[in-house]
């Protein structure tokens, strides 16, 4: 575990910046798919020590950002219910719905637990038969082979009052969404590492030939973004598009065989949509006819759920890399993880959280890379 | 209840229900004291809002606090309920500049709790008042029904001595200050995380849960002057800075290479997606003192067993009054909020 410390290397970074400094000879848009990346490259400032030529866009990749927010009503729905016990990952509890979170719904009495695993959902279902328990199940190629081994085990194990409320989506529909808005700008996409970790490379030469667009597999240490935007420039620059792996600690070009398999076996692809961004073809699973019995929103009967949007929040444009946090007439006005509009501003991975927590210096959201003034030494 | 009334720019009218982050130390924390509990007990001394009060009393000057501890598990690697309880409010007094003298300790067990484990923390509790050199002076105890707590809750409230000449309170931070750390943070809250239910995890970190007032006895030998002393508990380092900046209305700068974090914790962190400037401590110290007594202080704080890896962490400056600001590792800069309530493990 001492690896974190080294891929926060000062001189190695410096090394990786000085040879994009020397390579950048003309404007690009890359985009982190990944809302880690996003935090990673906005709390170390790395988008301030790159060169001004290059711009980091961010993506879609946080989960919970593009949770619709009809499945967050619902999941509100469900957990309000009596005899419901309902769990979810901690970060999904502070979102709002149409009026409001998992928080207050606890609060008003509702049986809201964190849990950091689903097995431990299926657990507490084992050990209250009384109760229905459900699961949240959100998330990209990441967290759904868990979920999709917690519901192939209710099964085999025969767990009747458990079930899931699935709302997982995949990455590569998000970058063909993108690459086909004809407000598209992104030059470079920095894949997000853990989902390759899972479903490999293979799913992206299509990408990067169809659209000739470099796609760089990166991790989410300062090291390993910095790598993955000289892997990127260096393309660019050459007139390439090829899918590079800057992550082979973590990735291997099969991805994870097994997870893939679990995947295969509960989940099948469906069209889905995204919170800001609307119904992406094909971009995310449901769960198989084979499982549909542990499906909530049958169970539950929550199908009709209405929700209202509110008018101001703009997380769609800043999902789509469309528009900065800090473009946003809303933010840290009357968007703040306070009084959050939209999921982007309370995700622990969403971009507008991100300019929120390490860019908010006075009056001024973002300072200028290289011209705020330095208040350290 | 009617919020009309009430004059926050942010308040919490969409919160009709406490939710848990009103018990964080964050903003929710705050707002829920000066909505809530200032407005309706009034009073000057309330009015500082430190880790203690200090009253003039028959001559003197006491430090007065109280606490309440509702940890789970009740005993964890490092330390207890009962350490906690004791440690949690000499550090409060002691964050005055106190010497803390005695507790009052209440107990609420739940129907049900072993004898054996209230024996246990009792123990406990008493080897923590004994190591700290205060004397438990007065008690309680309540039963609640079996459901209605976690096995033991304790308060305790503590009073100490002000000596002469010492004033120090979030308030007097001015710029220049120089800002000092007692040690290496976040070991207590990821102990906590590593054996509570759900999260067990194999780590070797124990809390650093210990009294503080031997090493303010230090700093205080090195010179009377400083100007706050404060131990980030709850909320973590980032909680105390931000609250010492909006007290005083200075900006703090600090250096993120030079905040002691053991890999330990920053692995656990980066595992569970916490950031360990946000993770509770219940045995470190800031300490704000002017510059020219800054190497005095630090050498006093080195020379003493709970200081030993002391470290100044930065400075307090003119720019961005009553806000945090760290020069990362890279060499960017970010801004280190108040937390809104309690952290949340990420999703992946």
Known sequence: MKYIEEFQNPDL??????????TVTRPWALMEVCGGQTHSIIRHGIDQLLPEQIELIHGPGCPVCVTPLEMIDKALEIASRPGVLFCSFGDMLRVPGSGRDLFQVRAAGGDVRVVYSPLDALKLARQNPDRQVVFFGIGFETTAPPNAMAVHQAARLGVPNFSMLVSHVRVPPAIEAIMCS???RVDAFLAAGHVCSVMGTGEYPELAERFRVPIVVTGFEPLDILEGVRRSVRQLEAGRHTVENAYPRAVRPEGNPAARAMLADVFEVTDRAWRGIGTIPGSGWRLSERYRAFDAEHRFSVEDVTTLEPAACRAGEVLQGLLKPHECEAFGTVCTPRTPLGATMVSSEGACAAYYLYRRLGGTPVPAAGKEANPVG | MDFSGWTCPAPLRDQPHIVMGHGGGGALSAELVEHVFAPAFGGAALAQLGDSAV?????????FSTDSYVVRPLFFPGGSIG????????NDLAMSGAR????SCGFILEEGVATATVAEVARALGEAARVAGVEVATGDTKVVEAGHGDGVYINTAGI????????IRPQRAVPGDVVLLSGPVGAHGVAIMSVREGLEFGVDVRSDTAPLNGLVEA??????????????????LAASLNEIAAASGVGVAVRERDVPVPPEVANACAILGLDPWYVANEGRMVAFVPREHADAVLAAMRAHPMGAQAAVIGECVEEHPGMVVARTGLGGTRVVDLPLGEQLPRIC
């Open chain 1, 13 to 22: 970074a410096k090394r990786l910046l000085d040879e994009i400094h020397a």
């Open chain 1, 182 to 184: 004809p407000d598209c």
């Open chain 2, 55 to 63: 009253l003039a009393l028959g001559g003197a000057r006491l430090a």
């Open chain 2, 83 to 90: 350490d906690l309880a004791v440690n949690g409010t000499v």
């Open chain 2, 100 to 103: 803390p003298a005695y507790l």
């Open chain 2, 160 to 167: 100490g001595l002000v000596p002469e000449g010492v004033d």
């Open chain 2, 219 to 236: 700093v205080l030998g090195a010179t009377k002057d400083v100007h706050v002393l404060r131990d980030p508990t709850r909320g973590g």
